[in-house]
């Protein structure tokens, strides 16, 4: 079936270091989407991308849609410990949205 | 802030009990979702809706029933709740649109406990 694949389970920066996080589909979407789960929270929608090659930014956010529509990444440049959370993607294909696993982002002490 | 409400927020509940989850959204839409998350993991999708009298399993087999009578209300019930059961279940909707698909709205969740 179909399938969104996201990379790195976890990452591990110091505070003030960049982050990213990939997502590859099997198919080709319609969109992606990316939410945001903080410790003990739910996911909170951050973006949608629909565009071939579209890039999107928010502050130290850049969010990324691949050519061919089946890859998409996030990164944040200069983290800090706001941004500690899970980052999912989700892909629409089919009128449905799959997710991917997410990515942990954890800042070292 | 989405308008997307789950009671009970947390529930202990011992094996073999009946138990219903209530989800509620004030935004008019028309499309609902039931999610399983143990904590920090992947989403589950177990029942979604694309509005009344609609009801659709998701890819996560679940023992779970759910039904949709109102636009604004998607309870979830467990006839016979299990330790296996035990996990955060999430409640999300969106907008129906037959060509794309719409950012989710999630409730804050219930955190269930089968002992």
């Known amino acids: 079936g179909q399938q969104v694949m996201q990379i790195p389970q976890y990452q591990h920066v110091q505070e003030g270091e960049d982050f990213t996080t990939y997502c590859n589909s099997s198919?080709?979407?319609?969109?992606i989407q990316w939410y945001k789960q903080r410790p003990g929270g739910h996911p909170v929608f951050l973006i949608q991308l629909v565009k071939s090659g579209e890039v999107k930014k928010q502050k130290r956010l850049t969010f990324q849609f691949g050519e061919a529509k089946k890859n998409s990444s996030l990164h944040i440049t200069a983290t800090q410990t706001t941004d500690v959370g899970t980052y999912f993607c989700a892909g629409g294909s089919n009128y449905q949205l799959i997710w991917g696993a997410g990515t942990k982002l954890i800042i070292k002490p | 802030e989405a308008d997307i409400y789950q009671t009970p927020r947390y529930l202990v509940i011992g094996t073999g009990k009946k138990i219903t989850l209530e989800c509620s959204q004030t935004m008019g839409h028309d499309k609902m979702y039931w999610y399983q998350q143990d904590p920090g993991m992947e989403l589950h999708l177990i029942h979604y809706?694309?509005?009344?009298?609609?009801?659709e399993k998701g890819d996560l087999s679940s023992e779970s029933t759910v039904s949709r009578i109102r636009t604004e209300h998607f309870p979830l019930t467990l006839e016979s709740a299990r330790p296996s059961h035990t996990s955060q279940y999430l409640c999300?909707?969106?907008?129906?649109?037959?060509?794309?698909?719409?950012?989710?709205?999630f409730g804050p969740g219930t955190r269930l406990t089968v002992t």
């Open positions: 999300a909707s969106s907008w129906n649109n037959p060509f794309s698909s719409y950012e989710q709205y």
């Open positions: 809706s694309y509005g009344v009298n609609s009801t």
């Open positions: 198919t080709t979407l319609s969109n």
